[in-house]
């Protein structure tokens, strides 16, 4: 199991990498990895490009859940760690459960943090979702590591936005963050 030493690490790597996100034509504060414990290494590493694919599933978690599977080669992603810039909604939390994710780590808060820049969809908690996984051991969740960091992500994202006049997805744009 990693230290929070090394998930403090691996999140500020994680917002760097989608902080990187901000020089293509989709700018997003939301990015995620997962890491495979057995070796420590990175396997995936993954945008949100729900705009660039005109996908409303495809969020950062379900991407990088997406190419871990894939590159490991297996359904079960048990002996992984998943990040995310920010907490994950419960689209992203019942891919984890279906993925049988060891742990999830996240930054930033959707309501108090995300919500404020990105109007979000759903309030549900990914602890409701979490408890109600049938499989044991459950999935561990571990919120606010980095979280000034990701916070940070969501208010440079906003910036970059407003700089190059582009839009929230259209279908947020007329939603007001509840702040
Ligand atoms: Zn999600």
């Known amino acids: 199991m990693a230290s929070s030493d090394q ?21 997003s504060p939301f990015g995620s990895a997962i890491y495979d414990e057995r070796s420590g290494v990175l396997v995936a590493q993954a945008y949100d490009t729900v705009m660039q694919t005109c996908d409303p599933t495809n969020h950062a978690e379900i991407n990088a859940i997406r190419d871990a599977a894939r590159e490991l080669q297996r ?13 994950p909604c419960p689209m992203c939390i019942s891919a984890c459960v279906w993925a049988e994710i060891d742990t999830v780590v996240f930054g930033a808060s959707t309501l108090e ?21 049938l499989l044991e051991p459950k ?15 969501f208010t440079r994202c906003d910036e970059v936005r ?18």
């Open 162 to 179: 407003k700089e190059r006049g582009l839009q929230l997805p259209p279908h947020r744009d007329g939603l007001r963050p509840r702040g």
């Open 75 to 87: 359904l079960s992603l048990r002996g992984c760690t998943l990040y995310s810039t920010c907490e």
């Open 7 to 27: 998930h403090r690490k691996r999140m500020k790597a994680l917002v760097a990498f989608t902080a990187s996100s901000f020089d293509t034509e989709f700018p």
């Open 113 to 133: 943090d995300a919500n404020l820049y990105w109007p979000q969809a759903s309030d549900l908690p990914p602890q409701e979702l979490v408890a109600h996984m």
């Open 139 to 153: 999935c561990r969740l571990i919120p606010h590591v980095g979280r000034s960091l990701c916070q940070n992500l």
